[in-house]
């Protein structure tokens, strides 16, 4: 079994993760630059002072974020790592790693725009000349070995201006902010781009560092999301104005989930928990809110979702033309899993990486099939990846693990694309160099084929090296896939 020859073959990173830079060329402060390293035991968070002078941490972790104190101001404390500031350099490193994906055979890198490099505080009248330079180098490159560009506009991080004076996506003011920044994109990166995504992993982002809300309770949360999808809707409709023959999505966080049991009361609870993600897709795939919005509103302590009259018609005219996700896990959910859970309880039929993620190579099948049923528009699979712990013996990383991994997702991918006939657009996988984690802002939750050296503190020579995985991917890609299949 393989693939044709006009699938997409690549990798994904984010700019905060991965770019470093993070005070040059005139960038602004982004909100993912508020927050600290961290582990698993010991959550990464967002460090800010009250009026009295005191510092004190919000808890930043992706699945469960803590508020901001009334009168706090989220504020860099001298002493403290923050990954983003440095990350894994990429700034000063682009040429050599963009030819180390071409050298791979990869025709396609996904990427993100750091929004402050474009617009420092998301405010100015004019773009930063020294930003659009910076991912003109990116662009420039990708054109060199014949790549395709996969721009995500938003992956979180938000100028912490917007988050300040606006509470960031809570306020219709960042869906202007916003649409200003995009045209910019469009105008310059237009002519050599044609797959965009709007959003990361939308269904999946509360908070500060990711919606540049102090709160995170239901009613903010869901209010920043009507934001986002309108804004996401505008930028569509000018994008395919701009840009015709554009394609547009945005990325969903996609675990697979499973009722826990055959009870009706799980099976019933395993369906809520379908809508959570279902919900933003729906919304932004279909163009309207779904029928049951009012009693996901209700479970989640929404009172009001502040709209304008013309919402409705902005939804409609700016579907997506893809759905793109990610997929790293599948959990099981019964009664008794707490509602707005990310990802859910473990399965006793899986094993897990050493982050806890339960490995489940079929539940990227089911996902795949699940969404083309039930949308019937290209997918695109834009993150699947192993976080692991790499030892770099002699110049490279025996990575059999990774290896494995991947083999059993693409394989499962493949059958869903050849056997179920689900068209899919590409892969693109988290992440081809390795660099921060975004839930625990460690380095050593490594995902790439080639290894970065450096440590949980930005201590290392910032060297690539290539791991085992780095020669094997290649033949994958060689082959169409087909030597996936071969033992
Ligand atoms: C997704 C994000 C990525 C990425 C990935 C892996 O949620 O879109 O930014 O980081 O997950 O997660 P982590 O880095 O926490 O291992």
Redesign the pocket.
């Known amino acids: 079994m393989k693939l044709s020859k006009d699938f997409l073959w690549g990798g994904a990173t984010?700019d905060f993760?991965f770019e470093g830079g993070c005070f040059e060329g005139g960038k602004g402060l982004g909100t993912h630059d508020l927050e600290t390293n961290g582990s698993v035991q010991n959550p990464r968070a967002i460090t800010y002072k009250m009026p009295d002078g005191t510092i004190k941490r919000a808890r930043s972790s992706?699945f469960n974020p803590e508020n901001i104190e009334e009168g706090g101001q989220p504020c860099l404390v001298e002493g403290q790592y923050y990954p983003s500031h440095k990350s894994v350099d990429h700034y000063h490193h682009v040429e050599e790693d963009i030819a180390l994906l071409a050298e791979m055979g990869h025709n396609v890198y996904r990427f993100s725009i750091a929004w402050t490099r474009i617009f420092p505080t998301g405010e100015e009248e004019c773009p930063n000349e020294e930003g659009l330079k910076f991912y003109d180098r990116i662009m420039g490159e990708l054109k060199k070995h014949n790549m395709e560009p996969l721009i995500t506009i938003h992956?979180d991080n938000l100028p912490v201006y917007l988050a300040e004076k606006y509470n960031g996506w809570a306020s219709r003011h960042t869906i202007d902010c916003f649409i200003k920044y995009c045209k910019v994109l469009f105008e310059r990166y237009g002519k050599d781009c044609k797959y965009w995504l709007t959003f990361?992993?939308i269904n999946?982002v509360k908070g500060y560092a990711a919606c540049g809300t102090y709160t995170c309770e239901g009613q903010t949360h869901y209010n920043a999301a009507h934001n986002m999808f309108v804004a996401s809707a505008k930028a569509v409709i000018l994008g395919h104005e701009m840009m015709p023959g554009s394609m547009f999505g945005a990325?969903y966080?996609s675990s697979a989930h499973y009722p826990a049991t055959c009870k009706p009361e799980d099976i019933w609870a395993h369906m809520n928990r379908r809508r959570q993600t279902y919900f933003f897709i729906d919304v932004m795939a279909r163009g309207y809110y779904p029928s049951y919005t009012e009693s996901l509103y209700q479970q989640r302590g929404v009172k009001k979702i502040f709209s304008e009259p013309e919402d409705e018609q902005i939804l409609k005219e700016g579907t997506l033309d893809f759905i793109s996700f990610?997929y790293?896990r599948s959990n099981t959910v019964s009664k008794d899993t707490p509602i707005g859970t990310v990802g859910g309880d473990p399965n006793p039929y899986l094993e897990s990486t050493p982050?806890g993620w339960p490995v489940d190579p079929l539940g990227l099948r089911y996902v795949l099939n699940e969404y083309y049923d039930r949308y019937q528009k290209p997918l695109f699979i834009v993150?699947n990846?192993l976080?692991a712990v790499d030892e770099l013996v002699d110049g490279t990383v025996n990575d059999d693990y990774r290896i494995n991994y991947l083999k059993d997702h693409l394989k499962a991918m493949i059958e869903a694309i050849v056997i179920d006939k689900v068209p899919c657009l590409g892969y693109t996988m988290?992440?081809p160099i390795d660099l921060?984690?975004?839930?625990?802002g460690e380095m050593k939750?490594r995902?790439g084929f080639i290894y970065v050296d450096m440590d949980d503190y930005g201590n290392g020579t910032l060297k690539r090296y290539k791991k085992k995985s780095f020669d094997w991917f290649k033949k994958v890609i060689e082959t169409q896939g087909e030597i996936l299949f071969e033992d």
Not at 436 to 440: D, G, H, K, R
Request: proline share 0%; aromatic share 20%; hydrophobic share 40%.
């Open positions: 984010a993760q992706f992956h990361n992993e999946a990325m966080a990610s790293y982050w993150e990846g976080g988290w992440a921060v984690s975004l839930s625990t939750k995902y």
